[in-house]
């Protein structure tokens, strides 16, 4: 499961929350979990040789139930390139005019990882305060760009968004703070370069940016590069004016006046080399079908596709390990995420394929999920099977740490076939079923969302061994695993065997996440991800976290935050964009129904 | 629907404080699993659903769903618990409610709006209002068009029982299949009103409502119950000598869980809770009644079982946040099925679990001497 919300990283410690049940005597999923989250796999980086071992280990199972490569296809698997990293290759800033001089550590200048490699030669500098352009659509007039002229100059902006600014005004401005976006807002005003400092008023002030990871091939259409508060005050320090100082500046914004503007900087003009290298690796996905049994004339979109992603995190190298400090660098078994799912394919290719049906059943295993469902959004981009022929997709991710019955079924909203269903193979499956209509998953459904085909996603659940070391196979549920593939085939049975195909349903997406500026704040809790309740579950809290002291715990439901309601996960990181760290807010959660008050302090999260 | 004060009284702030703050611990140490085991999510289609009850041999359930997309209100189906089929039994035309199997017979009685004329019409209306994107709250309007219908399955044939102009529904048949006893808001509409009166059919028709029994075809409809306040909810108990009812006070935000004789003599309170309990119904051991309650949050409704006498206290079963109400178990009291908000959303599905009788006996044993709880 790929959480591409920020949040995942609120993940960490929290008491052992799973049940072990005893395996079953002749699991179906047992054997390919055990194997695929071996030490040998390495945890399955896309581009590894553990993924080249997993692929090898998945396509000799579905050569045995007699699955084949698709036709005018060469073999099972299916390339595709992404980047796999990215570092600074010796960017550089050169400071021209009344000061001379050159920064070239990365402690001074770092290109963000979505920038250019472009050399920008004595262009004058505005300073663009926080580089923040509101769509007139939110209803809130907010342009840094509003009285300047940037074209052809470079743009020196603040990191974050305006420190003082009132809550909700916070929370429009948080949207559009992202450094993506405030690089797009520079390009489209015509700058040829953007720098961002994080000001001495915000969190991690002066620092440099991290180089995030990111898996563009290619740079966004500007240069942009991240510099220290040294190189930013030797900036300013050409204005002669002590009281026209980064500080000063910043703080005259901090109030969020939309009428405050930013400024030409006169006596500065600035040479910037950016230099980004991307390391270009390749993946593959895996694909595998079994025909239909006698035909597929008078038949709907005759085909159905069944996933999940097989890649994990390696020795978490690359996006989001959530390991221990003691167990950093060590292998990501995955078990959970996402061997189980992969075997839960493996297991329903096993038992449809001695069965009946009207339809093709198309067998998918993706990589490059972990890193942004990059398979399967290569696969959607060219498809093997044209997308309208697909009746439907399932995905299953992490389904192996069933805890007391609870089975989510996600993404129900983007047919109403779904719903009928997962009723009628419920009453013999008789799971205590989780349903979340919201197709807009972190994880390869929504990749087939995007491309409406009616889709739906298994999932178990959030635990503790998300994403770290130890998420191993001993700690998998494999009896009710089996039960999972037994459920899902009753689904797939009854959907191959109607003529029709489902209709597709798009569903509007409740929040857009895209301009998003992240979560800065720590507060330390783990949110439960498997239910829909109103408010926050908390699956856990961060021992000594900010949640933790504030006496919140496992199973509490936060439905208030400093005065904002809490009604569902996007309210909550909302909310968050708002807090101030190290300033105390009022938490309202019920406790077994029981409505109670605590006051949480947020820390700053890197 | 039994139930339906809720949403009057959920807006009501006033005694919004009521259920946190009359806390009792009156289950120590007990959880929800030492009662239900094997949860699970019975109906997932549609808005919601609700009141879930038995075919006597326990192999099927009738219910109430918002399903059809042509009807936006409840219609009633059957669910095969076997093959997991379900087919839609009532006309779909109008709002339907409260089904129930008549024993040793083809029959399930329902209530239904369906011969008022302006059904279609009003349908329509409320379907074009849904698809504008707009939402109402929640309410049960007591429809006084209202009435009870006995289908056969056998040949399709629908048997109107009641014609009283009022509310007719709540409805469920003896153990022999010999009677029905049901609620009716008809006390409302078969008389000249005072002015008083007149004023609180305005506010609140279900303050008329009163319990009634008749034979199963219909006849011999006699009113069982006085008393002033929402008296409805009725089923027999299973040895078919009593019937347990809940009885709302006047301000429509209490309720306790009363029994009496089948002539309506030897009315006997069960429980004095202190807050809304209804929706009882009889474990066929005849040992205790389970039902739903507000007592730890106003708005959220847990079950409770309690002994037939009423001698102890109440013990909590759930332990879900949100709704959990309308309990019903197996014929052979080896389930329970109730309605519940605990698969996500505001609105309610049925579930199922095995039930611990073994457990409950105990619990109840256990339990401390009832309290007369007062009022606030
Ligand atoms: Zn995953
Ligand atoms: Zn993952």
């Known amino acids: 499961m790929k959480r591409a919300l920020v949040l995942a990283t609120l993940l960490g410690l929290a008491p052992a929350l799973y049940a072990q049940a005893p395996a079953a005597v002749a699991s179906r999923t047992k054997t390919h979990v055990t194997t695929l989250a071996s030490d040998a796999f390495e945890g399955r980086l896309s581009g590894s040789a553990g993924e080249q071992r997993a692929s090898d280990y998945i396509i000799s199972e579905l050569q045995r139930v007699g699955a084949k490569p698709l036709p005018g296809q060469d073999g099972y698997r299916v390339p595709f390139e992404f980047t796999a990293g990215s570092r600074d290759g010796g960017s550089w800033v050169r400071l021209g005019g009344r000061v001379m001089q050159r920064f070239e550590q990365r402690a001074d200048i770092q290109a963000l990882s979505f920038s250019d490699n472009a050399d920008v030669s004595d262009a004058p500098v505005v300073f663009a305060g926080y580089g923040i352009v509101v769509p007139d659509s939110q209803g809130f007039a907010y342009d840094s760009y509003a009285t300047l002229d940037v074209k052809d100059k470079v743009v020196l902006v603040l990191r974050y968004f305006p420190e003082d600014a009132e809550a909700k005004t916070k929370g429009i401005l948080s949207r559009y703070s992202d450094l993506r976006y405030k690089a797009m807002a520079a390009r489209q005003h015509g700058a040829r370069a953007i720098l961002i400092v994080a000001g001495p008023n915000s969190p991690n002030a002066g620092e440099i940016v991290p180089m995030s990871f990111d898996t563009a091939l290619a740079g966004s259409g500007i240069a942009a590069a991240s510099i220290s508060g040294a190189v930013a005050d030797a900036m300013f320090a050409t204005f002669g004016d002590p009281g026209k100082t980064l500080k000063a500046a910043q703080t005259a914004l901090d109030d969020a006046n939309p009428h405050a503007a930013g400024f030409e900087m006169p006596n500065v003009t600035v040479t910037i080399h950016t230099d980004v290298v991307r390391e270009k690796k390749t993946g593959h996905n895996i694909l595998a079908y079994l025909p239909a049994s006698s035909g597929t004339t008078g038949v709907q979109k005759p085909w159905i596709g069944i996933g999940a992603h097989y890649d994990h995190l390696g020795r978490g190298e690359v996006g989001n390990s959530l390991a221990e400090k003691g167990d950093i660098g060590k292998v990501h078994h995955g078990a959970d995420d996402n061997a189980s799912g992969t075997s839960a394919v493996l297991a329903l290719a096993e038992s449809l394929a001695s069965q009946p049906r009207k339809r093709n059943l198309l067998f998918q295993f993706w990589s490059g999920e972990e890193l942004g469902l990059v398979g399967s959004s290569a696969y959607v981009a060219h498809p093997a099977v044209p997308l309208d022929q697909m009746a439907a997709y399932l995905n299953f991710d992490m389904v192996g740490r069933m805890q007391d019955n609870k089975l989510s079924v996600q993404a129900t909203g983007s047919s109403p076939v779904w719903s009928r269903l997962v009723e009628q193979a419920n009453i013999s499956a008789g799971f205590d079923l989780q349903v979340q209509p919201d197709p807009y998953q972190p994880t390869d459904v929504a990749s087939f969302n995007q491309a409406s085909v009616p889709c739906i996603n298994f999932f178990t659940g959030t635990h503790v061994d998300y994403h770290k070391p130890t998420d191993t196979a001993d700690k998998i549920n494999f009896e009710d695993l089996d039960r999972i593939v037994d459920f899902a085939a009753a689904i797939v049975k009854r959907l191959g065997d109607t003529p029709e195909a489902p209709t597709f349903t798009k569903v509007e997406q409740k929040t857009d996440t895209s301009g998003r500026a992240g979560v800065r704040i720590f507060t330390g809790t783990i949110p439960d991800y498997s239910t829909d309740v109103k408010g926050l579950l908390l699956s856990g809290v961060i021992g000594g976290g900010p949640a933790e002291q504030a006496g919140l715990q496992k199973g509490d439901v936060i439905v208030e935050i400093a005065g904002q309601t809490i009604t569902n996960i996007y309210d909550y990181t909302y909310a968050l964009d708002v807090l101030k760290i190290g300033q105390a807010a009022k938490v309202v959660y019920l406790r077994n129904g029981e409505r109670r008050e605590t006051m949480l302090t947020p820390a700053a999260r890197k | ?376």
């Not at chain 2, 004023?199 to 319990?211: T, V």
């Not at chain 2, 519940?340 to 457990?359: C, D, M, P, V, Y």
Request: with cysteine; net charge negative; aromatic share 12%.
């Open chain 2, 1 to 376: 629907m039994r139930p339906l004060h809720l949403v009057v009284a959920i807006a009501c702030a006033a005694v919004a404080q009521l259920g946190a703050a009359a806390v009792q611990n009156t289950s120590a140490g007990l959880q929800e699993r030492d009662f239900l085991t094997r949860v699970r999510r019975l109906t997932v289609e549609g808005r919601r659903a609700g009141e879930g009850y038995y075919s006597p041999d326990g192999k099927r359930m009738v219910f109430q769903s918002e399903r059809d997309p042509a009807n936006p209100w409840y219609q009633i189906y059957t669910l095969d618990l076997t093959s997991g089929d379900v087919k839609r039994i009532s006309p779909g035309i109008g709002k339907t409610t409260c089904a129930y199997f008549r024993p040793n017979s083809d029959q399930i009685l329902f209530s239904s709006t369906h011969l008022d004329p302006k059904s279609k019409q009003l349908q329509d209306d409320e379907l074009a209002f849904r698809a504008s994107g707009q939402q109402r709250r929640y309410s049960w309007d007591y429809d006084p068009e209202m009435d009870i219908f006995a289908l056969s399955e056998k040949t399709g044939s629908l048997t109107r029982l009641t014609t009283a102009r009022g509310y007719d529904a709540e409805s469920a048949y003896s153990p022999d299949g010999q009677w029905i006893v049901f609620t009716s808001m008809r006390d409302a509409y078969n008389r000249q009103l005072n002015a008083t009166e007149k004023a609180a059919l305005e506010r609140d028709p279900s303050l008329f409502a009163e319990i009634y029994i008749m034979k199963a075809d219909g006849s011999g409809q006699k009113r069982l119950t006085a008393e002033w306040g929402y008296d409805g909810g009725p089923f027999f108990t299973h040895d078919g000598t009593r019937i347990v009812w809940r009885h709302f006070d006047e301000s429509g935000l209490y309720a306790d869980i009363w029994t009496m004789k089948l002539d309506g003599t030897d009315q006997r309170q069960v429980t004095t809770f202190g807050s809304m309990s209804w929706s009882p119904f009889a474990h066929p051991s005849g040992e205790y009644f389970i039902f739903s309650s507000n007592k730890l949050g106003f708005e959220n409704f847990e079950l409770f079982i309690v002994d037939t006498a009423g001698t102890k206290e109440p013990v909590r079963v759930t332990y879900t946040d949100g709704f959990d109400s309308l309990p019903v178990f197996s014929p052979d009291g080896t389930q329970l099925s109730w309605t519940s908000t605990r698969g996500g959303g505001s609105e309610g599905q049925i579930f199922l679990a095995q039930w611990n009788h073994q457990k409950a006996l105990e619990a109840l044993r256990n339990a401390p001497p009832r309290t007369m709880n007062v009022r606030k």
